[in-house]
C-alpha cells in the first residue's frame, strides 16, 4: 500500500472509531426506544400478557396458582382426563365405558355445554372429578384479565349447578397460557392441569386397537392422559379402544386416578 489515501494515521483512526462506537450506541438507543414504544401499545396490566391488574391490591385468592403436566412418582398411577363435552352419544359412551371397568376420570367440562346437556353427567359422577374448560372453548390467552375472569366465573358456576360438583381444577382451551389466564385462575383458586400424553387417533384411523397399544406402550408412571369425549369421527377411534387401553393398562399394573388424587401422590412437573 502506497503512502497516499490508503494509508491511516492515529488520529484518523481514533476519529473514525469514535464515530462507529457512536453510531452504535445511537442505533442500540434507537432499538430499545421503539421496542418500548411497540411494548406499550399491550396493557401494562390487564391485558392477555399479564397476570397482574392495575396497581391495587391483587385480589388473587390463595396468591398462588401451580401448573402441572404430570407428577413424579415410583407408583405406577395414571389419571385419565377427558375435554370439550358433555355432548349426546360422546359423554355417555365414555361414562358407559368408565362404569363398566370401574375407571375414575376427571372431565373438563365446557360450561355451556353442561348447561344445556346436564341430564347427561347428573348422577354420574360419583367416581369422577370436574373441571373447568372455559364457557364455550375461546382462547382465553387472548382475552383481558377481567373478560378471562368472566368466562371463567360463568363456566365455573354452570359446572358446578348441573354436575354437584364444585371445580377446583383449570385446563384452558389448547393448553394457552396467558397472563390473564394464570390471574383468573388465582382469583378462582384453581389448579392449572395440561397433560403429559395426549391421545393420537389421527395416527390410527379405523383402528381402536392399534392406538390402544401406542398408548399403553407410551404411558409412564405419574402421567396425565389427554382424551376427549367431543369431536369429529375419528376421535372415536380412541374412546372404542377405550377398554382395550383400560385392560392394557391394568396389564402393565397401573391403577386410575382422578388428577388431584395423582397430584397427591408425587411432585408436580
Do not use: C
Request: net charge positive.
Amino acid at each position: 500500500m502506497g503512502d497516499g489515501a490508503g494509508r491511516w494515521g492515529r488520529r484518523t483512526v481514533l476519529r473514525r472509531t469514535a464515530l462507529l462506537a457512536g453510531g452504535v450506541a445511537l442505533g442500540a438507543a434507537g432499538t430499545t426506544q421503539t421496542t418500548w414504544i411497540a411494548d406499550r401499545r399491550l396493557p401494562i396490566a390487564g391485558g392477555p400478557a399479564s397476570a397482574t391488574l392495575g396497581n391495587r391490591y391483587q385480589q388473587v385468592g390463595t396468591g398462588t396458582v401451580e401448573v402441572a403436566w404430570g407428577v413424579r412418582t415410583a407408583e405406577r398411577l395414571l389419571a385419565l382426563t377427558f375435554d370439550d363435552g358433555p355432548l349426546p352419544q360422546w359423554t355417555p359412551m365414555v361414562l358407559d365405558t368408565l362404569e363398566k371397568y370401574e375407571v375414575p376420570a376427571t372431565f373438563f367440562m365446557v360450561g355451556a355445554r353442561a348447561r344445556k346437556h346436564a341430564d347427561l353427567v347428573r348422577g354420574r359422577l360419583s367416581r369422577h372429578e370436574v373441571g373447568n374448560h372455559s364457557w364455550i372453548h375461546h382462547d382465553l390467552a387472548r382475552m383481558d384479565a377481567h373478560t378471562a375472569y368472566d368466562d371463567l366465573r360463568r363456566s365455573h358456576d354452570a359446572i358446578a349447578e348441573a354436575t354437584g360438583v364444585v371445580p377446583g381444577l383449570l385446563r384452558p382451551p389448547w393448553g394457552h397460557l396467558g397472563g390473564a389466564v394464570l390471574h383468573a385462575a388465582a382469583q378462582l383458586d384453581y389448579r392449572l392441569v395440561l397433560w403429559t400424553l395426549q391421545m393420537v387417533e389421527g395416527e390410527f384411523p379405523h383402528d381402536p386397537a392399534g392406538h390402544a397399544r401406542r398408548i399403553v406402550a407410551d404411558v409412564q408412571p405419574g402421567t396425565i392422559l389427554l382424551g376427549h369425549d367431543v369431536g369429529t369421527e375419528q376421535r372415536l377411534v380412541a374412546l372404542r379402544g377405550l377398554p382395550d387401553m383400560i385392560t392394557g393398562l391394568r396389564a402393565r399394573g397401573y391403577t386410575f386416578v382422578t388428577v388431584s388424587q395423582l397430584l397427591r401422590h408425587g411432585a408436580v412437573v
